[in-house]
T-cell receptor, first 114, second 111 residues
Framework: GAVVSQHPSRVICKSGTSVKIECRSL??????MFWYRQFPKKSLMLMATSNEGSKATYEQGVEKDKFLINHASLTLSTLTVTSAHPEDSSFYIC??????????FGPGTRLTVL | RKEVEQDPGPFNVPEGATVAFNCTYSNSASQSFFWYRQDCRKEPKLLMS???SGNEDGRFTAQLNRASQYISLLIRDSKLSDSATYLC????????????FGSGTRLQVQP
């Protein structure tokens, strides 16, 4: 099946720094990518929908100025966690939509903020 | 009320057992249904789509009851490798078609 990559797979940073996570669709073009967050033993929660060439759509309760999303090309979306704090520590997963009902997930990025 | 509800488990079953998971969803506008599998600290992977007519893939059978807004997954002849968290997932035909995940049901198959 299609492949989606994420980079980095793991990041540890100090409180107050910004962290950028990349999501790439490797063998298909994705006009829509999604960013999810998963806390331990919890479900994946949609944070935002990333649309190529336009602004991202954020879910209720997700601060758009804190979680900056850029979808500059059909194969790349980035999520920047600005001024990260320990409560932002989580597993961030992107997915890319290949067709109406088919999404492929990246391997995830584990963020730890000290 | 959560949009997608699942029994968190864990379900501890011996190898070879048959185990069933259930899921209910609240949004009657939901149009697509899936079961995903997630291993510890990994991303979710699509196990199978779910249709009203029911569908089977080897040892796995999924069923959808739209009237009751209920989805099920049956695993026969459980293997050790089936140990994972099984996520019930629904999607609406909205503009963005994001997936809504249940919190998952954990299965532990024991030797």
């Amino acid at each position: 099946g299609a492949v989606v990559s994420q980079h980095p797979s793991r990041v540890i940073c100090k409180s107050g720094t910004s962290v950028k996570i990349e999501c790439r669709s490797l063998d298909f073009q994705a006009t829509t990518m999604f960013w999810y967050r998963q806390f331990p033993k919890k479900s994946l929660m949609l944070m935002a929908t990333s649309n190529e060439g336009s602004k991202a759509t954020y879910e209720q309760g997700v601060e758009k100025d804190k979680f900056l999303i850029n979808h500059a090309s059909l194969t790349l979306s980035t999520l920047t966690v600005t001024s990260a704090h320990p409560e932002d520590s989580s597993f961030y997963i992107c997915s890319a939509r290949e067709s109406a009902d088919t999404q492929y997930f990246g391997p995830g990025t584990r963020l730890t903020v000290l | 009320r959560k949009e997608v509800e699942q029994d968190p488990g864990p379900f501890n079953v011996p190898e070879g057992a048959t185990v069933a998971f259930n899921c209910t969803y609240s949004n009657s506008a939901s149009q697509s249904f899936f079961w995903y599998r997630q291993d510890c600290r990994k991303e979710p992977k699509l196990l199978m789509s779910v249709y009203s007519s029911g569908n089977e893939d080897g040892r796995f059978t999924a069923q959808l009851n739209r009237a009751s807004q209920y989805i099920s997954l049956l695993i026969r002849d459980s293997k050790l490798s089936d140990s994972a968290t099984y996520l019930c997932v629904v999607a609406q035909y909205t503009g963005r078609r994001a997936l809504t995940f249940g919190s998952g049901t954990r299965l532990q198959v024991q030797p």
